[in-house]
């Protein structure tokens, strides 16, 4: 009697027992995502605020969407604060706008950070440079594109997941492409 306990014993474990150590198949990759966008703003602290100085609003696009390997692709840089934003995530890209502005990026490929960009209708090749100051003081949009590496700006934050505001504060001062650029425009406004 204790011998055939002891095989139903056996037999249950071995029921139990050996499915669980088999090894499953991983799950399915999810879809490639192209990246993630973040936004960052600041509201005008002063009693005479510079647009795109003293208040603005960013977005940043970044890929690819891993936490071991991202890095920032694109910054826009608005001379608005509180912009009524929307962005949606596309396989590759987004879609946004931005108060009355429409932004549309696509890359080229999922293994490449650049891509196709158009703002307000106009086209911009991201081998050019992938930081966008936008001032939208004036009726149409004006765009400036410069060629910067976004890695040397020092704006990220100190575990490099995410933009430091109080960094994007300080480049929109003493970085003179940046502060010329909206001073230029606030000195122009409704200009055709």
Known sequence: MNHWILNAAICFLL????PGCQKTA??????????????QSWSPTVADPLPG???AYCGS??????PEDQHLVLLFWFDVYGANAKWSDRVDGFDGQVDHIPIEFHLKS???????LNIAG???????GSLFLIST????PVVKQLNRSLAELDILTADGSGIDTERLKALARTDADISTFFRDAADKPNAP
Do not use: C, H, M
Request: hydrophobic share 25%; glycine share 4%.
């Open 122 to 128: 106009t086209d911009y090749d991201t081998t050019n």
């Open 110 to 116: 999922k293994t490449s950070d650049d891509g196709t």
């Open 26 to 39: 991983p799950p399915a990759e999810p879809p490639y995502a192209a990246g993630r966008l973040s936004r």
């Open 15 to 18: 029921v139990i027992a050996v």
């Open 53 to 55: 100085i003293d208040q």
């Open 137 to 140: 003081e004036q009726e149409n």
């Open 61 to 66: 696009f970044w890929i690819p969407q891993t």
